[in-house]
């Protein structure tokens, strides 16, 4: 891994600098400022920080941020002021976007293996756009703080004591047995985008050990309990079946399938989908936004999270070689998802592939890289660093346990330009897989338009044998 060079002075700085000093002065009274404050207050305050205490990573978003919501308010800044403030603010804004995106990039190291990103406006927009979303991750992240710090970190240690006793280090795939298929099931009609599908509900029936701390209050999270898939298939003949596992804070039908395109992947390609949505997700959310406590910083949530995950999809999948004799089934997994997918993979070993789309792998190294320095000060001086993080973790890591699938059936690609998950997490599982890794041009958001993406995607089914419409 090779770091930038080290700047005493940001010279991009003074963008957005000048543009929130102009959103807080442009006009007076309070009318002004009740538009103004938000985007102005952002702006200066991560223009000032870039410039003087350049290097925390978390200054990009909190720019793009302010940035965005710049750019939104364009239309009541022409209501309270004139239409040269509003192209002056809108101006500043735009400017101060694609500094976040191309500084952002810049700050970023270099690793061997990884394709360097390409230097473009274009670029810079695609980076802004992940930066501007990994802003809202931070800030939206209800990291343990205040007496909660310290009882995560005193349970963490527990954790890892009863994950010892339990024998997860030495033998992970003791810890994760397999489910059985739903004896139940729930059937309701949907459509979406022009597309009818099918809801399936089921219990999952996930039951942490009692032995592991908290987990009694895991199972206390009622709507948590019972899966919902989404399915769509083809009458007639069977098809193949494509299981899409989705990522970080979606699980929103107009958010999942806007993702795995059933234009394309369903009408065009011809596949079945069936599409689950993960713990603490969607409809089995248990705080005021999907994804909440799966990674938040807590270390019991997200084993517990990803237990219950992993348990979910072969669950799913039971389901699915209980209803139709022999299907054939790859995975598909973005970010969070391409985690899961890695994981899937060293336990289920009935599948014709497996595709980890610009995947996260080490929770450890993504979160201390965007948590404050004062919670990673105390955790440390808890006993709790970012290896000792990593360790407890193994037992649910896609890293852990060698992936059960043959090296053809294997598949990775990832973003040049990614600033949620940085190319060192492809590269882990590249090493991991002995398989190289596809990149594209662009960044984690930007994966949906990306050709090169769909290709990598098209060329793992053609390679496994499935006949495309």
């Known amino acids: 891994m090779e770091y930038p060079k080290p700047k005493q002075w940001e010279v991009l700085s003074w963008v957005p ?12 009274g309070a009318s002004w400022l009740l538009w103004a404050l938000i985007p102005g207050s952002f702006l200066l305050a991560s223009g000032v920080a870039l410039l003087l205490i350049p290097g925390d990573l978390r200054i990009y978003g909190l720019m793009a941020i302010g940035s965005v919501l710049g750019a939104l308010l364009t239309i ?15 101006l500043g804004s735009l400017a101060s976007f694609l500094v976040a995106g191309r500084v952002g990039l810049m700050r970023e ?36 703080s205040g007496e909660l710090a310290g009882r995560m970190c005193e349970e963490a240690l527990q954790l890892e004591d009863a994950l010892r006793a339990r024998g997860a280090f030495d033998d992970p795939a003791s810890f994760h047995p397999a489910p059985p298929a739903p004896d139940e099931t729930y059937v309701e009609k949907a459509r979406i985008y022009g597309h009818d599908y099918e809801v399936l509900r089921f219990d999952s029936d996930f039951s942490p050990d009692a032995s592991i701390p908290g987990a009694t209050r895991w199972k206390g999270l009622r709507q948590n309990q019972e899966c919902h898939v ?22 929103a039908a107009w958010m999942d399938l806007g993702l795995f395109s059933p234009s394309w992947l369903h009408r065009r390609l011809g596949l079945n989908i069936i599409q689950p949505v993960l713990p603490l997700h969607g409809p089995r959310s248990a705080g005021l936004r999907s994804g909440d406590l799966f990674l938040d910083g807590d270390l019991l949530d997200l084993v517990f999270a990803e237990s219950q995950t992993l348990w979910d999809l072969r669950r799913c999948l039971a389901w699915l070689r209980a209803n139709e004799e022999n299907p054939k089934v790859g995975v598909l997994g973005y970010s969070l998802g391409g985690y899961n997918t890695a994981l899937l993979s060293n336990f289920e070993a009935d599948l014709d592939f497996a595709v980890a789309g ?14 404050p320095p004062g919670h990673l000060n105390y955790f440390a001086q808890r006993g709790l660093d970012e290896a000792r993080y990593r360790s407890i973790l193994a037992p649910v890591s896609p890293l852990t346990l060698p992936s059960l699938l043959p090296q ?8 040049t330009g990614d600033r949620i998950v940085s ?15 596809s990149w594209y ?12 993406a769909r290709e990598a995607i098209r060329m793992a089914m053609l390679g496994a044998g499935w006949s495309l419409e």
């Open 17 to 28: 600098i000048i543009s929130g000093l102009y959103w807080l002065l442009a006009q007076s």
């Open 76 to 90: 009541p800044v022409l209501i309270v002021a004139d239409a040269g403030t509003a192209f002056f603010t809108l």
């Open 109 to 144: 190291p270099r690793y061997p293996g990884a394709l360097e990103p390409e230097s473009s406006t274009r670029m810079d927009a695609k980076v802004g756009i992940d930066e501007f979303v990994l802003g809202y991750f931070v800030i939206a992240a209800r990291v343990p």
């Open 230 to 251: 989404r399915v769509l298939r083809h009458p007639g003949k069977p098809r193949p079946w494509l299981l899409c596992v989705h990522g970080y804070r979606m699980g």
């Open 358 to 371: 610009i995947p996260v792998i080490d929770f450890a190294q993504t979160l201390w890289r965007v948590m």
């Open 408 to 415: 053809e059936k294997r598949h990775i690609f990832a973003a």
């Open 423 to 437: 190319p060192a997490h492809p590269l882990l599982l590249s090493k991991h897989w002995d398989v190289p890794v």
């Open 441 to 452: 041009q662009g960044s984690h958001l930007s994966v949906r338009h990306e050709h090169d």
